[in-house]
C-alpha cells in the first residue's frame, strides 16, 4: 500500500469480485467485532442489510440500543472506494484511520466479503489462524 492509502488488491479477491459483479466499486465499513475494517460489494451489502433488519426486529424490544450500535458500526463508517483498471482500490483516509491501518494492510477472505487488518492487530488478535496468517505475509514481506 502506498502514502495516500492505494492497495492493490490481491489475485484471490479480484478473481471472486469478478466472477460476482461487473461493478467496479466496494464498500468498506467498520468489522462487527473486530479492530479490522470489512468490504464488499453491493449484492454482499444486500444479504448484510437483509441480516441486520432480521436482528433488528428479533432485538426490537430486548435490545433497541444493540441493534442501533450494530447498524451505526456497519454502515455509519462504510464508504465507497472504485477499484481501478489494475485491481487497486484508495482507502478512505475516515475508515483506515479507524481500523488504524498504516503502511501496510494485510487482507483477509471471509467467504462473501474480506477484510483489512492492520498487521500488527491481526499479530495480536486471539484467533490463532489469524494470527498465523499475519505472520506469513510478516515473513514474506521480510524476504522479499
Same mark, same amino acid.
Given at each position: #500500500?502506498? &502514502?495516500?492509502?492505494?492497495?492493490? $488488491? +490481491?489475485?484471490?479477491?479480484?478473481?471472486? $469480485?469478478?466472477?460476482?459483479?461487473?461493478?467496479?466499486?466496494? /464498500?468498506?465499513?467498520?468489522?462487527? =467485532?473486530? *479492530?479490522?475494517?470489512?468490504?464488499?460489494?453491493?449484492?454482499?451489502?444486500?444479504?448484510?442489510?437483509?441480516?441486520? %433488519?432480521?436482528?433488528?426486529?428479533?432485538?426490537?424490544?430486548?435490545? *433497541?440500543?444493540?441493534?442501533?450500535?450494530?447498524?451505526?458500526?456497519?454502515? !455509519?463508517?462504510? %464508504?465507497?472506494?472504485?477499484?481501478? %483498471?489494475?485491481?487497486?482500490?484508495?482507502? +478512505? *483516509? #475516515?475508515?483506515?484511520? =479507524?481500523?488504524?491501518?498504516?503502511?501496510?494492510?494485510?487482507?483477509?477472505?471471509? !467467504?462473501?466479503?474480506? %477484510? /483489512?487488518?492492520?498487521?500488527?492487530?491481526?499479530? !495480536?488478535?486471539?484467533? *490463532?489462524?489469524?494470527? &498465523? /496468517?499475519?505472520?506469513? =505475509?510478516? &515473513?514474506?514481506? =521480510?524476504?522479499?
Amino acid at each position: #500500500m502506498n &502514502e495516500k492509502g492505494r492497495l492493490l $488488491l +490481491p489475485g484471490f479477491v479480484r478473481f471472486t $469480485l469478478a466472477r460476482r459483479t461487473d461493478a467496479r466499486s466496494l /464498500l468498506i465499513g467498520s468489522h462487527e =467485532h473486530d *479492530p479490522c475494517l470489512i468490504a464488499y460489494d453491493a449484492a454482499y451489502a444486500r444479504a448484510l442489510h437483509a441480516d441486520c %433488519e432480521r436482528r433488528r426486529i428479533a432485538e426490537e424490544r430486548d435490545a *433497541p440500543a444493540a441493534s442501533a450500535r450494530r447498524l451505526r458500526r456497519l454502515f !455509519g463508517l462504510a %464508504e465507497t472506494a472504485a477499484i481501478d %483498471e489494475q485491481g487497486a482500490i484508495v482507502l +478512505p *483516509p #475516515m475508515v483506515r484511520r =479507524h481500523a488504524r491501518i498504516g503502511a501496510q494492510a494485510l487482507v483477509v477472505g471471509i !467467504g462473501g466479503a474480506f %477484510e /483489512l487488518w492492520d498487521p500488527e492487530a491481526a499479530l !495480536g488478535h486471539d484467533d *490463532p489462524g489469524l494470527r &498465523e /496468517l499475519a505472520a506469513f =505475509h510478516k &515473513e514474506v514481506r =521480510h524476504v522479499a
